[in-house]
């Protein structure tokens, strides 16, 4: 099967196919047959399938008395075009999925879908673009026939679609976010301001000064977020909010802390991933030989909003459970990690004051922008 596609690769970057009767014989047709379509048989693929006043190129059968899925076939490079007569067509059919190929794109589409044309397509394969092997699987997932007749073929575009429509309505809303995040700034925010502008002046700023800045920011337009909308396989899994020290730390690398990190505690000198893993490498550390500290430690450690030290994950960020994203130190304590090296360093001193140890001596750690 990967050796067709990869002849047609071939045949279209040498302009070998001139038109769309040429499209439909050489690419779709053989493309169909090893799919498991009987072109043969009409009570499988019925071609120009329509009235006079509408047809389309293929019509392919399940198992029910209308066809499952409607194929507009255009020359190379016409791809684009027809779509919006497919749609009306197969719309008032009832058709489950429509089509457009013009051999190299391929154009699926859920007719029953919310929004515009654009929107109801839920992929978007280049032959000439994607290699043999995963070209082979897209056809499989929509088009092999024994999963057209099992119903899985349109169980996963019906999921494809609903998982692209979710991360295009996640980023229409990413103009409201901002305009939110700036009108009411975290104390992040500012803290990783602050500390950019530090790295460029070799100044702190006031935090006044940078909650007026982002107070003035206007949000972009909107206008364009289709722009962003690109189909894929399958949405990544969200990340959870709370994970294990060792996950958080493979896991939590930013533009500040994005970088190994050597410390030396009681004597010995270790490295870490970033700054975020060796605040959670210490308070491991710190939390086995003073057990006794933790509460104090968390005391002290508390910023102006949030306790960056806590026995839950809600009382890390109250009433911003999103915004608590924690490790897990010691047995039932928990260390906030949405925070800027500066307030890690913070954290490390509190640390040492707590349990008698000399920052400096007993624990030695430099971290970028944290002066």
């Keep these: 099967m990967e050796e067709l596609i990869a002849t047609i690769k071939a045949r279209l970057a040498a302009d070998a196919y001139p038109n769309e009767a040429a499209v439909s014989l ?3 047709m053989p493309i169909l047959r090893a799919l498991g379509w009987d072109d043969a048989d009409p009570s499988q693929i019925v ?6 006043r509408r047809r389309v190129d293929y019509a392919l059968w399940g198992t029910g008395r209308r066809p499952f899925i409607f194929i507009e076939v255009k020359a190379v490079g016409r791809g684009g075009d027809g779509d919006r007569q497919l749609f009306e067509y197969a719309f008032h059919q009832g058709i489950p999925l429509c089509l457009l190929t013009d051999g190299r794109e391929w154009h699926f589409y859920l007719p029953s879908g919310q929004g515009s044309y654009e929107e109801r397509r839920f992929y978007r394969l280049n032959l000439a673009e994607r290699n043999a092997i995963d070209s082979w699987k897209i056809l499989v997932r929509y088009l092999e026939r024994s ?4 119903g899985n073929a349109l169980d996963a575009a019906t999921q494809d679609y609903r998982d692209l429509s979710a991360q295009w309505e996640a980023a229409r809303s990413i103009p409201d976010a901002w305009e939110k995040l700036v009108s009411e700034p975290e104390e992040l925010l500012v803290e990783l301001l602050r500390d950019q502008t530090e790295t460029i002046s070799g100044s702190i700023p006031k935090s006044d000064d940078v909650l007026n800045f982002l107070r003035c920011l206007q949000p972009r337009e909107a206008g364009n977020q289709k722009s962003i909308r690109a189909p894929v396989e399958s949405v990544a899994p969200k990340e959870a909010t709370v994970k294990g020290a060792t996950d958080v730390a493979d896991k939590t690398i930013d533009s500040q802390s994005g970088r190994i990190v050597e410390y030396r505690l009681f004597g010995e000198t270790f490295q870490a991933k970033n700054a975020a893993s060796a605040l959670i490498e210490i308070l491991e550390k710190v939390s086995k030989r003073y057990p006794s500290k933790l509460e104090a430690l968390a005391l002290a450690a508390r910023g102006r909003t949030r306790n960056h030290i806590a026995r839950s994950i809600g009382e890390i960020y109250p009433g ?8 897990e130190f010691a047995p ?9 090296n500066r ?3 913070r954290i490390l001193r509190k640390a040492c004051e707590v349990t008698d140890m000399r920052f400096g001596r007993d624990l030695i750690i430099e971290l970028p922008n944290a002066k």
């Design 332 to 340: 039932g304590w928990f260390t906030g990690l949405n925070i800027s």
């Design 47 to 52: 071609p120009e399938y329509g009235s006079e």
């Design 26 to 28: 050489g690419i779709v």
């Design 147 to 150: 999963r057209v007749v099992s």
């Design 320 to 327: 911003r459970p999103d915004l608590a994203r924690c490790a």
């Design 343 to 345: 307030d890690k360093l």
